[in-house]
C-alpha cells in the first residue's frame, strides 16, 4: 500500500529521501490498516475515501521527494495546495466514534502533514538558500560582464578576473553540503551544471578573441557569409549564456537550436572547394556552433537521477574503490607504528594509487573532482606521516647543532604523533577527542612560532616547513570532518 511505501521511503521519522531507490518501482506493501481494519469495516465510507486520500499521497510523494525549488516557484505552489487540500479532506471524514477508524485517519494525517514538513524543509534548508545565493551571485557576475553589454550593443567584458570569480563560485557551489538529500542534491548539480556550462562557454569565447579571424571578405565570396555566421554566433552565445543562467525571459534553448542548426546549414551549403584555409575558416565556424549546441539540452538536466546521483557514477565508483585500499593501508601503517616497526612502508603502493587517481576521468564535473582531490589528499597524508617517521629514526644529534634547529625537531616529534591520532580519528567535530586535537595542534603552531632561528638559515628553513607541516595536518584533520558528500 502507498501508505508503508511512503513510510519507507521516509523513514520513521523521514531521513530526507536518502533511502529513495533509484533503480526500480518501489514494492508494495499492504498497509497495516487494511490488514486489520479491512475486515470490520471494509465498505465503510469513511475507510474508503480514506483509501482514495492514501492513493493521492501515492502520486504525490515522488514528485515532493525530487523537487528541488524554492517556497516561490509554481511547482512548490500546486503541491502544498493540493498536499493542504488533503489534509482538509482527512479532517473531514466522519469516524462516527470508531476506533478503527480514528486510527486510520490519523495515520493518513501524519502522512500528509509529513511530506508538508519534508517539502517546505527542502524549501528552506539553509543549504537549499546558500545554492540560490551563490546561483543569484554568478547571475549577477555574469549579468553585468557579458549579458548587459552584449543587449545594449556592446562588448562583452571577458577577462581572466571574471573567469576565475567563476571558478572561484563552482567551488564554493561544490563545497555545498546536502546531507545526502535528494532535492538537494539535484539542485546543488543544476546549479553547477548550468555554471560550468557557462565557463565553457566563456573560456572558448576568450580563446576565439586570440584568433586572426574574421577573414577578409575580398579572399572569396564565401568569406563574406561566414563572417556573417561569425556575427551571428557571437550573439548566440550571449544569448546561450543568459539562457543558462536565468537572465532571458523571452527565448528558449529550443528556439536558439533551431537558430543555430540554421547557420550549419548555411555553413554547409557554402562552397569552398579548392580553398584550404576557407575551408579550415568554416569548419572551426561549424565546431564553435556545435561547441554552443551542446549545451542546449539543459532544461531537464537534473531530472534524471543516474546524473545527479553520482553514487552510480563509475569515476565516483573507482574514487571509492581507491580509498578503501587507502583506508586499508592506513590501518597497516598505524598498527605497525603503534608496535614500533617501521618496516612496513607500502610507499611505492600509495605512489601507483595516486597515479590510478590523476587517470580517473572527471567528466568536467566539480564534484567529481572534488571527491578526487580529497582522496589524493589521503594518499598524501599517509605519505607524509611515513617520511616524517623514517627522517625522525635517521636523525642523529650532532654536538654543533644549533638549539633552534633542535627546538623545530622537537616540534616535528610531537607533530608525529599527533598525525598518527589525526590518521586513525573517525568522529566528529563535536566530539571531545576532535577538540583535544585541534588544541594540541594549535599549540605546535604556537610552539614554532616561538623558535627563534637567530639568523640561522637552516633553522629558518625547518620551522617553516614544520609550520607548513602543522597546518596540512589541521586541514586534513578539518577535511575528514566537515561531512562532505558527492
Same mark, same amino acid.
Given at each position: ?24 518501482? /518501489?514494492?508494495? /506493501? ?47 505552489? @500546486? ?19 470508531? !476506533? ?50 552584449? @543587449?545594449? =550593443? ?31 542534491? +539535484?539542485?546543488?548539480?543544476?546549479? #553547477? ?14 580563446? /576565439? ?22 556575427? +551571428? ?13 536565468? #537572465? ?81 593501508? @592506513? ?11 617501521? =618496516? ?8 601507483? !594509487? !595516486? ?33 616524517? @617517521? ?28 599527533? /598525525? ?67
Amino acid at each position: 500500500m502507498a501508505v508503508r511505501w511512503l513510510c519507507s521511503l521516509f523513514g520513521k521519522p523521514f531521513d530526507g529521501g536518502k533511502r529513495m531507490d533509484h533503480g526500480g518501482p /518501489q514494492q508494495q /506493501q499492504q498497509h497495516p490498516m487494511e490488514q486489520q481494519q479491512q475486515p470490520y469495516h471494509p465498505q465503510h465510507p469513511a475507510m474508503m475515501r480514506l483509501y482514495e486520500v492514501q492513493k493521492e499521497v501515492a502520486s504525490l510523494g515522488p514528485q515532493v521527494c525530487t523537487f528541488s525549488g524554492l517556497q516561490n516557484d509554481r511547482e512548490y505552489k @500546486r503541491l502544498e495546495r493540493d498536499l493542504t487540500r488533503l489534509l482538509l479532506e482527512v479532517d473531514q471524514v466522519d469516524t462516527e466514534g470508531k !476506533l478503527e477508524l480514528q486510527g486510520g485517519r490519523k495515520r493518513a494525517a501524519q502522512e500528509v502533514e509529513g511530506l508538508l514538513h519534508y517539502l517546505e524543509g527542502n524549501a528552506t534548508h539553509p543549504s537549499r538558500l546558500a545554492i540560490e545565493e551563490l546561483s543569484n551571485e554568478a547571475r549577477r557576475l555574469v549579468d553585468e560582464r557579458v549579458v548587459a553589454p552584449q @543587449r545594449t =550593443g556592446g562588448a562583452a567584458e571577458i577577462s581572466d578576473e571574471l573567469v576565475d570569480a567563476l571558478q572561484e563560485l563552482v567551488l564554493r557551489l561544490t563545497q555545498v553540503k546536502t546531507e545526502g538529500r535528494v532535492p538537494l542534491r +539535484k539542485a546543488r548539480y543544476r546549479a #553547477l551544471t548550468r555554471l560550468c556550462a557557462v565557463q565553457d562557454v566563456i573560456e572558448g569565447r576568450t580563446q /576565439q578573441q586570440t584568433l586572426s579571424l574574421p577573414l577578409s571578405g575580398d579572399t572569396h565570396e564565401a568569406v563574406h557569409c561566414i563572417n556573417q555566421v561569425m556575427v +551571428k554566433v557571437s550573439v548566440a552565445r550571449s544569448q546561450l549564456v543568459a539562457l543558462l543562467m536565468g #537572465l532571458s525571459g523571452r527565448d528558449s534553448c529550443a528556439h536558439l537550436s533551431r537558430i543555430l542548426t540554421e547557420m550549419q546549414v548555411e555553413l554547409d551549403a557554402l562552397d569552398v572547394s579548392g580553398n584550404a584555409a576557407i575551408r579550415n575558416y568554416r569548419k572551426q565556424v561549424v565546431e564553435e556552433i556545435n561547441g554552443l549546441l551542446k549545451h542546449l539540452d539543459l532544461e531537464g538536466e537534473g531530472d534524471d537521477t543516474r546524473r545527479y546521483d553520482l553514487a552510480q557514477n563509475n569515476s565516483i565508483r573507482e574514487i571509492e574503490a581507491v580509498r578503501a585500499h587507502v583506508s586499508h593501508l @592506513r590501518e597497516g601503517v598505524l598498527r605497525h607504528c603503534a608496535m614500533g616497526d617501521l =618496516g612496513f612502508r607500502p610507499k611505492a603502493e600509495l605512489q601507483s !594509487l !595516486l597515479t590510478h587517481l590523476d587517470q580517473v576521468d572527471t567528466a568536467k564535473n566539480p564534484c567529481i573532482r572534488e571527491a578526487r582531490r580529497r582522496a589524493v589528499v589521503e594518499v598524501q597524508a599517509i605519505i607524509t606521516f611515513l617520511d616524517l @617517521r623514517e627522517a625522525l629514526a635517521r636523525r642523529q644529534l650532532g654536538p654543533g647543532e644549533h638549539p633552534s634547529h633542535r627546538a623545530v625537531w622537537m616540534v616535528l616529534g610531537s607533530l608525529s604523533d599527533l /598525525q598518527a591520532q589525526v590518521l586513525g580519528f573517525d568522529g566528529k567535530r563535536v566530539d571531545k577527542s576532535y577538540m583535544i586535537l585541534e588544541e594540541l595542534l594549535t599549540k605546535q603552531l604556537l610552539a614554532l612560532d616561538a623558535v627563534d632561528p637567530q639568523g640561522d638559515e637552516t633553522t629558518k628553513m625547518a620551522r617553516k616547513q614544520a609550520v607548513k607541516f602543522a597546518q596540512n595536518i589541521l586541514n586534513y584533520l578539518d577535511m575528514k570532518t566537515d561531512e562532505w558528500e558527492y
